[in-house]
């Protein structure tokens, strides 16, 4: 079995895969669920100049220290560039990365620059007027407003993660992800929940620039919003456990 790595999206921490890790175990797998450094129970540590490096850093630190290989490397959300940087870092202990509603971003391209102009507007409003000029406050996570993200929540699951959820060091989305000329190969899995396969290849045949390298990855579809730890658990440790055998 598998040594897997969760790595949580923005605003969360290792909490979020709370319910995802317990079945993970249960099929064999050792789980290391990491909280980043300024989110969450490390939340005191957040700083301006916490950014994608020390993300990545945290990342390496964790496989490294537990002395990891064959690693089944998941991100979730906007933690595809860290995953993608520890990818690049120590290729030799990765066996795989693994994408959930989410998948590497080309080179020179931050988190910020994959949402729309007025989203990035709103956000810079936000991290001028609520963050102190460096955290992302968190969303209100309201399903009126974003139905398709946060389809398949409950309002048990929305009090948990207004309860948890901490504010987004900034730089972590401002910073791009300066990846070497030659990035190794490691093989990739997407785990696509408010997407489909079928529209990463429609995209990528019109020669979309970021689901261009996704087409050529391990596709797989769990139908749900963009928060498929707490909507959909069971379904994304199966399926997590069928991609590291």
Not at 60 to 80: C, I
Request: glycine share 8%; with cysteine.
């Amino acid at each position: 079995m598998a040594d897997i790595v969760l790595v949580p999206g923005f605003w969360l921490g290792a909490w979020a895969w709370e319910e995802v890790t317990p079945e993970l175990k249960a099929a064999g797998h050792d789980v290391y669920p990491l909280t980043l450094t300024g989110l969450a129970d490390r939340a005191a540590e957040a700083t301006p100049d916490v950014d994608v490096c020390t993300h990545i850093e945290d990342i390496v630190r964790l496989v490294e220290d537990n002395g990891l290989r064959d690693v089944v490397l998941v991100g979730h959300s906007g933690a595809n560039l860290p995953v993608a940087g520890a990818g690049d870092r120590i290729p030799e202990r990765i066996a795989r990365i693994v994408y959930v509603d989410a998948g590497p971003l080309p080179d020179g391209m931050a988190v910020i620059d994959f949402n729309k102009p007025q989203t990035q507007e709103e956000w810079r409003k936000q991290v001028a007027e609520e963050g102190d000029g460096w955290q992302l406050p968190v969303p209100p996570f309201d399903p009126a407003a974003d139905p398709d993200n946060l389809a398949g929540l409950t309002s048990e699951h929305l009090a948990r993660i207004a309860e948890l959820a901490t504010p987004q060091p900034f730089a972590t989305a401002t910073r791009p992800l300066d990846r070497p000329m030659v990035p190794p190969y490691t093989p990739c899995s997407v785990i696509a929940a408010t997407f489909t396969p079928e529209q990463v290849r429609t995209l990528a045949d019109s020669g979309n620039p970021v689901f261009k390298p996704m087409a050529g990855m391990d596709l797989h579809h769990l139908p749900t919003g963009h928060w498929p730890m707490f909507s959909r658990p069971t379904g994304l440790a199966s399926l997590l456990d069928e991609i590291a055998r």
